[in-house]
């Protein structure tokens, strides 16, 4: 997880928004297309009774298709899939940046993996590395393959192959976010042209009452008038950040961005960053040795305010990853149930369902980004508050 959110920070640093971009491959997700898939699988799955067999191999048809579905749908990826044409997957291949001591940075697309028996397999790059891609994840082709397959597991079925030392993909999140960056930046920048007039016209009617919220109920009224100025522009940023991100993820296709914990992780350092950083005497003397208690008390009282010190970052994480995801599986779950019964019956229910819960979604990703600016904005407002001690 530290790994992936080491990408974040570097595309942040480039985009000066805030969400990462990582030196290592994020979860593990499944590859796009059924051959890899199958053929993966059945290096991986043991044999039980009652289950299908694949490539010599038995595997559970239930489990391959529902959780599988739903797993590569909320994980992240070297390409965008789209759909299958005739059996044959449409995607966007994205730009594969991986670096080695030994030879250096590697830039080829992810469209040069391809998938035969000898597993999924790039074509040997310019500076003699080659590598594969497993479970979305790329490791380096060892150079005699084992049982046709250029990836080679443990007893415990784990990918034993040597990683690059550093991948800095453009993966599907991250060229989500770039998109909700470029979505925001020319909203605003629409904005901007519109009340040269002094007049809000367009979407800047839509707008300008949403940035008004966030100045006076979040900013105003939980840093108070002495500060929030200074911290308005970046609970804006974070508020439509979030919220245009929730929105891309509900578009069918969409990249699960704000439900991955790697992205959120690094929203809430940034929070507790800038929390920490402007904390005030008052603050940390409340932290460390809370006035107005016994002193035995305040021994206690300070490794509690420690803990919480980090369990707000942590708590604020937590929310938006879980609530996002949640969404995410509930309804593939919904629609799956056509599936898991077989039968055509169960498909009115399902799509009233899933109807209602996308509903809810639309809803969840204003609020989600509300509460993230909310709790954001309260933690200032505890940082910077001044105390009157008699």
Do not use: C
Not at 69 to 76: F, G
Not at 320 to 335: K, P, W
Request: glycine share 4%; no cysteine.
């Amino acid at each position: 997880m530290f790994e992936a959110t080491s990408r974040y920070i570097i595309i942040a640093a480039l985009t000066f928004l805030f969400a990462p971009a990582s030196l290592k491959a994020q979860d593990h997700s499944h590859d796009d297309q059924l051959e890899s898939s199958t053929h993966e699988t059945s290096q991986l799955a043991p044999a039980d009774e009652g289950h299908n067999e694949i490539h010599g191999q038995t595997v559970d048809e239930k489990e391959f298709e529902i959780t599988e579905l739903i797993m590569h749908h909320i994980s992240d990826s070297h390409e965008w899939h789209f759909f299958d044409w005739n059996s044959q997957p449409v995607s966007l291949p994205l730009p594969v940046i991986v670096y080695t001591k030994k030879n250096g940075f590697s830039l080829f697309s992810s469209g040069r993996f391809h998938h035969n028996d000898d597993g999924a397999v790039v074509h040997e790059s310019s500076n003699g590395d080659r590598f594969i891609k497993v479970h979305d994840k790329i490791y380096l082709a060892e150079e005699e393959s084992i049982n046709n397959s250029y990836a080679h597991f443990s007893d415990s079925h784990e990918v034993t192959n040597t990683t690059p030392d550093a991948d800095i993909s453009i993966t599907k999140n991250v060229f989500n976010m770039f998109l909700g960056a470029m979505i925001m930046l020319l909203l605003f920048a629409g904005i901007i042209r519109r009340y040269k007039s002094q007049v809000p016209k367009g979407v800047a009617k839509f707008v300008e009452p949403l940035v008004v919220f966030v100045r006076d109920d979040i900013a105003l009224q939980n840093i108070g008038e002495k500060h929030y100025k200074r911290f308005t522009p970046y609970l804006l940023t974070v508020f439509f950040f979030i919220w245009i991100n929730n929105v891309l993820g509900l578009i069918p296709g969409g990249a699960n961005l704000t439900g991955n914990i790697s992205f959120t992780l690094t929203l809430s350092l940034l929070t507790f960053v800038i929390v920490n950083i402007n904390g005030n005497k008052d603050y940390w003397r409340h932290i460390f040795w809370m006035p107005g208690v016994p002193y035995p008390v305040r021994v206690l009282m300070a490794l509690i305010e420690i803990v919480g010190v980090f369990t707000k970052p942590f708590a604020l994480m937590i929310r938006l990853f879980a609530n996002m995801t949640a969404g995410h599986i509930v309804i593939l779950s919904l629609i799956s149930l056509v599936f898991i019964f077989k039968t055509i019956w169960i498909a009115p229910a399902s799509v009233i369902l899933t109807l209602f819960i996308y509903i809810i979604k639309v809803l969840v990703a204003f609020l989600q980004a509300y509460i993230f600016a909310l709790l954001t904005a309260l933690f200032i407002g505890q940082a910077t508050q001044e105390h009157d001690h008699h």
